[in-house]
């Protein structure tokens, strides 16, 4: 029952890279520690393997389909590179209650933010893809950081940041989200190795139901109201996060 309530939660987590280009890691964390019963650290970096496949699966469609941006997704990957190398560093440093307090606080933050925001509509433009370089660099060592550090593939920051500070579409901003996001927790996974136990079968079962899933959910964010369900999405990751900051609240 328990690994049948994993698959399930795995195709959640590929229809959610697929269609918002994020909320994968946000819930493949709470998923490994809560139903499979892995510890903390390891559940993090297991979460960067898993989210950093489907999300590479996912890239590749979105190549396909045109909707992917390929340079600003590479100077947003770059400078993220190095942000999550040092986000492992200090993961390593803390406890996994404060990670998961954290993550939790990260949770509710931005699941706000998705409720609360607006996306523009943006003109169309002869170089949809356009990004200041720097601006991209900035913004991609952040969200390395707390990838390195939380195991969140951090779409549901990188796609806002894309939309609304890069000036690229919503549905451009999905698609190279994806591509970030794979080069980000990958990198993640060789900060990790070594360090923590990874339990690669669990990964591997995780990493196909999931890959499988993207590719349902990239050709239904063609079809289907994406902002609208990334809202419905929004208000499940808002009441996910609480509990989980509850709970390890109550720990300390």
Request: glycine fraction near 14%; aromatic fraction near 8%.
């Amino acid at each position: 029952m328990i690994w049948l309530l994993a698959i399930a939660m795995a195709v959640l987590v590929g229809l959610s890279l697929g269609m918002f280009g994020s909320g994968g890691s946000v819930l493949a964390v709470p998923i490994l520690v809560y139903i499979m019963g892995i510890e903390t650290k390891s559940a993090i970096a297991m979460s960067l393997a898993i989210v950093g496949f489907t999300a590479l699966t996912g890239t590749v469609l979105q190549w396909r389909q045109k909707t992917l941006c390929v340079k600003a997704a590479l100077f947003f990957s770059v400078i993220g590179i190095v942000g999550t190398l040092g986000g492992t560093w200090v993961a390593m440093k803390i406890s996994g209650t404060l990670q998961l307090i954290l993550f939790g606080t990260l949770m509710v933050g931005a699941a706000l933010a998705m409720l609360l925001k607006k996306e523009p509509d943006l003109i169309e433009g002869s170089n949809e893809c356009h990004m200041r370089p720097d601006l991209a660099g900035g913004m991609g060592a952040g969200v390395g950081f707390m990838t390195g550090l939380l195991g969140v593939g951090g779409g549901f920051m990188i796609v806002p940041a894309l939309n609304s500070i890069g000036h690229l579409k919503l549905r451009l901003a999905i698609g190279t989200s994806l591509f970030i996001i794979s080069v980000n927790a990958l990198a993640g996974v060789l900060g990790y190795l070594g360090k923590v136990n990874f339990y690669w079968p669990v990964v591997g079962i995780f990493i196909v139901f999931s890959s499988l899933a993207s590719f349902i959910g990239v050709r239904l964010a063609k079809r289907l109201p994406v902002a609208k369900l990334r809202q419905g999405f929004a208000g499940f990751i808002l009441i996910l996060g609480a509990w989980l900051l509850v709970k390890n609240l109550l720990t300390l």
